[in-house]
């Protein structure tokens, strides 16, 4: 089977949305956070956490799997759901962003991209039938079609160019894909400009895919063009399809984007800054590294229910932190994912019993910090 996406509940204003995308692993709940596992694995969290704080569908990294261990290796062990243990949904990027982002290490042509390896320099080709022809091995869900992503800023005539070389990878992709148990979704681009995401999107809209993601934002740009350029992808996207935006992960951007009429969410952030000793609160983040913490018995969030802040105070984690004990890491990873997924289940609790207004108010604001590095 291939996915399925159905709509069952809407905001009484705005394009927020309740939904349901059905896979071969399970039906995921929209709007829907999904832990980013680059490698086959949740930084510090293994499948079973990831399933006991809720976790419905994860994503992996085409890229990194291609240099490490190697397609084949995942391909035979049964592919990345037997490979990883975890038998719920998984997303694969396409890498289009991984070897964009290697600058002096690759050259785009409309072929492909020649890149050397960030690991040991060897030289590489991947163009659209062999990103696809990965994510078949690889096995996943939901494969992402190979793109371009443009960092900020570009101009206008730079960006045009890579969103329409992504177009007509989009249409390869397409055309290359054979997989009947795995969805292949478009990715729109544009950069920051009005015109040019709704020329991207418009043409995927017309290509008929499953589902599709809006990338290349929040990669530098200001929130008010991130949601500017996200407005004028959605506007032109089929509305009995997901809609993915790739690579963002705050509670504030998730409660705006799905007011936008977006479906998906992924990001690094959970574990990335829970490594810098950063944690989500109802109150915004603290940095529980902070001397400020020494002697603070309470949780790392108070309002939170989640295993690590029921057992361990902010002390006892600050110590572990200070320490270099890796248990730390694990602790504030293991909230900080989980906070994410509790909001995302707030969010569409108040999107199908409407009041999903009043959830919006709620979660503006939880993006400030306290305490000091």
């Given at each position: 089977m291939t996915i399925a996406f159905r709509v069952t509940g809407r905001a009484p204003s705005g394009m927020a949305r309740a939904g349901e995308l059905i896979t071969p692993h399970g039906v995921i709940e929209t709007p829907v956070f999904m832990p980013v596992g680059t490698q086959g694995s949740v930084k510090g969290i293994s499948p079973e956490e990831l399933l006991e704080m809720g976790a419905q569908m994860v994503l992996a990294n085409t890229y990194h799997l291609y240099l490490r261990p190697g397609t084949d290796v995942v391909r035979d062990a049964g592919g990345l759901h037997a490979?990883?243990?975890?038998?719920?949904?998984?997303?694969?990027?396409?890498?289009?962003f991984q070897v964009a982002s290697l600058a002096d290490l690759r050259d785009i042509t409309d072929d492909g991209v020649r890149f050397r390896s960030h690991i040991d320099g060897s030289a590489h080709f991947l163009s659209p039938e062999t990103a696809v022809g990965i994510q078949e091995d690889l096995g996943a869900d939901i494969a992402m079609a190979f793109d371009e992503c443009v960092r900020y800023p570009a101009d206008h005539e730079y960006v045009r160019d890579a969103m329409r070389r992504t177009t007509e990878w989009a249409r390869r992709c397409k055309a290359a894909h054979r997989r009947q148990d795995q969805a292949l979704f478009g990715i729109v681009q544009g950069g920051v400009f009005p015109d040019l995401r709704e020329e991207s999107a418009k043409a995927l809209a017309d290509m008929d895919f499953p589902g599709y993601g809006i990338?290349?934002?929040?990669?530098?740009?200001?929130?008010?063009?991130?949601?500017?350029?996200?407005?004028?992808?959605?506007?032109?996207?089929?509305?009995?399809?997901?809609?993915?935006?790739?690579?963002?992960?705050?509670p504030e951007d998730f409660v705006e984007s799905v007011t936008r009429g977006i479906d998906m969410f992924d990001c690094v952030l959970p574990t990335r800054i829970a490594r810098h000793g950063t944690a989500f609160t109802g109150a915004g983040r603290i940095i529980v590294r902070d001397a400020t913490y020494?002697?603070?018995?309470?949780?790392?969030?108070?309002?939170?229910?989640?295993?690590?802040?029921?057992?361990?105070?902010?002390?006892?984690?600050?110590?572990?932190?200070?320490?270099?004990?890796?248990?730390?890491?694990?602790l504030v990873s293991y909230h900080n994912l989980y906070f994410l997924i509790r909001v995302m289940r707030r969010i569409r609790a108040s999107i199908i019993d409407?009041?999903?207004e009043g959830a919006r108010q709620e979660f503006r604001g939880l993006c400030g910090t306290r305490g000091k590095d």
């Open positions: 490979f990883m243990d975890w038998h719920r949904g998984i997303l694969t990027d396409s890498g289009g990338g290349g934002l929040s990669v530098g740009e200001s929130k008010d063009l991130m949601f500017e350029a996200l407005e004028h992808a959605v506007g032109h996207l089929p509305e009995s399809r997901p809609r993915y935006l790739m690579g963002v992960g705050t020494a002697r603070d018995w309470s949780p790392l969030d108070p309002e939170c229910d989640c295993r690590v802040c029921r057992r361990y105070s902010r002390a006892y984690i600050r110590h572990l932190l200070k320490a270099g004990e890796m248990l730390g890491l694990r409407g009041t999903f």
